[in-house]
């Protein structure tokens, strides 16, 4: 396998929503190795699979990782803080409650820096959005993850957002159902792990009577 495929979640659950991607896929590495494992590579590698960067996007940040390594390893620890922001502030509000001000602070200064990349283009007629110094900003991969969060921060479809059920699951979702009725990240994962615990309820029960 190639070095750069090393890292690779399979499951891409809320494509509507890259920031939700973001939260959970960034926080599941991190529980399921350590934050000290998460490198730069293996951040640039999700964002090519989340179709973040493109491949030559991808080839001179990787390029530009190896010859600024302490450059990538400060874009590392940067991306856990907005993986943590990110969550905090999205799970806080699947519970009905008002997020901590001094997370909406850090968000609103990364988002600060994020906007003075962003500029219109007109293409074949048509205006379109894209970043500048798009490949030579070790920070790029975060660009769209930021403004992914502001948009849906803002928008009418925040209350579409819900908490895995599950009791082993902490993953954040955007439930698309038309009444509202979602309860896990993935019914063939969570979802089918819940259905089977309950099976086997019964059928201990039902063997104990």
Not at 92 to 118: C, E, G, I, M, V
Not at 162 to 167: D, F, I, K, N, Q
Request: charged share 25%.
């Amino acid at each position: 396998m190639p070095e750069s495929e090393k890292y690779a979640h399979p499951l891409k659950l809320n494509e509507a929503w890259l920031c939700l991607d973001y939260a959970n896929v960034i926080g599941w590495f991190v529980l399921e190795n350590s934050a000290d494992a998460l490198t730069y590579l293996h951040l640039l590698s999700w964002a090519k699979q989340a179709e973040v960067v493109q491949e030559k996007t991808f080839a001179t940040l990787q390029h530009q990782a190896q010859q600024h390594p302490k450059k990538a390893a400060q874009v590392v620890q940067q991306s856990l803080m907005l993986q943590d922001t990110i969550y905090r502030i999205f799970s806080t509000h699947t519970a009905n409650k008002l997020p901590d001000s001094k997370d909406l602070d850090q968000l609103n200064l990364l988002l600060s820096d994020t906007l003075k990349r962003a500029q219109l283009v007109s293409e074949q007629g048509k205006f379109a959005w894209t970043w500048s110094d798009a490949n030579t900003q070790l920070d790029r991969p975060l660009w769209p993850v930021i403004w992914s969060a502001a948009e849906l921060l803002t928008s009418v479809d925040l209350k579409r957002i819900g908490h895995c059920a599950s009791e082993d699951c902490l993953w954040l979702f955007y439930d698309t159902s038309k009444n509202r009725s979602r309860r896990w990240c993935s019914m063939k994962i969570c979802g089918n792990v819940a259905k089977a615990r309950r099976h086997y309820a019964r059928h201990k029960d039902a063997l104990q009577k």
